[in-house]
């Protein structure tokens, strides 16, 4: 790829040159600045958003408010990789109508490029439709959080076979419906291969091996910012929560002992100026 944007057509040709895609998760403006760095092919503005940003228990919660201002945040920094707006829990599940309308209202009014939602088969015509309003889709197969609780928890999907065909068939009809991608999330690493085989479009994996067509983490696990929960796929490449918290207890510490600010940190006056200040308050 060169250094221009990145594009949908971007994505479908790294699949047929054989090129990983390195997909991270971003949240707001110094994030979307340091992916856009980093020169990652794609940015996910994630519903993810709601768990390590918000504090929140799951991402059912997350709204089309939440994710506008997340969004706007990102595209401001992030000007090479492809950005991705996540649609959150019920602004797609209701009707296929106002499933169009949110995809455009994240496109609209937040800036990102494309929109991702979750779900197989059931959601097919919905996808089918946005794509046909001239929105590009990214699909999510395998574990949904949004729809977790139906799912058993936040657990590994495809585990028999049976459950792995039907995987296997969501992608297809994924495919059909027009996706340009699709993240597969927490399937058997046999499963995430037979997955990308079966479709022509990139198969991005999280916790689904490395015979899938490239990967994405949530950028908060991978360098230790977020560690509540660490699922199984997670790489941590670095731990940056403790180096902030021993600024944080130092910076503490200086400010109770009066150590901070000092004359390197602070503006000066001059001695005639002070004086004259003086006069004037007994005046």
Not at 210 to 232: A, C, E, N, W, Y
Not at 239 to 263: C, E, H, Q, W
Request: charge should be neutral.
């Amino acid at each position: 790829m060169s250094d221009d944007k990145v594009t949908v057509l971007d994505i479908r040709q790294a699949k047929k040159d054989g090129r990983k895609l390195v997909m991270v998760t971003a949240y707001d403006y110094p994030f979307g600045l340091m992916a856009d760095e980093a020169g990652v092919d794609i940015v996910l503005v994630g519903d993810s958003l709601g768990m390590v940003v918000m504090g929140l228990d799951g991402t059912v919660e997350v709204n089309m408010e939440h994710m506008i201002h997340h969004i706007k945040a990102v595209v401001r920094g992030c000007k090479g990789p492809l950005i991705i707006g996540d649609m959150p829990f019920m602004s797609y599940n209701t009707s296929i109508r106002e499933a169009i309308i949110n995809a455009g209202r994240l496109m609209k009014e937040g800036g990102c490029d494309v929109v991702k939602l979750e779900g197989g088969i059931d959601f097919a015509s919905t996808i089918e439709a946005i794509v046909k309003a001239g929105i590009p889709v990214q699909g999510h197969i395998g574990l949904t959080p949004q729809t977790a609780s139906a799912l058993g928890g936040f657990k590994m999907q495809g585990k028999d076979a049976k459950a792995a065909k039907r995987i296997i068939d969501d992608a297809k009809a994924l495919e059909d419906a027009g996706v340009f991608s699709m993240i597969l999330e927490a399937v058997p690493a046999p499963l995430g291969k037979l997955v990308a085989e079966a479709v022509s479009v990139p198969v991005i994996g999280i916790g689904a091996g490395v015979d899938v067509d490239g990967q994405v983490l949530v950028t908060h696990d991978m360098i230790g910012l977020f560690d509540k929960f660490v699922p199984k796929f997670v790489k941590q490449y670095t731990k940056i929560r403790p180096t902030i918290l021993s600024a944080l207890k130092a910076y503490k510490n200086d400010v109770m002992s009066a150590t901070f600010p000092g004359p390197e940190h602070s503006f000066k006056m001059s001695n005639e100026a002070l004086e004259q200040l003086r006069k004037l308050i007994k005046s």
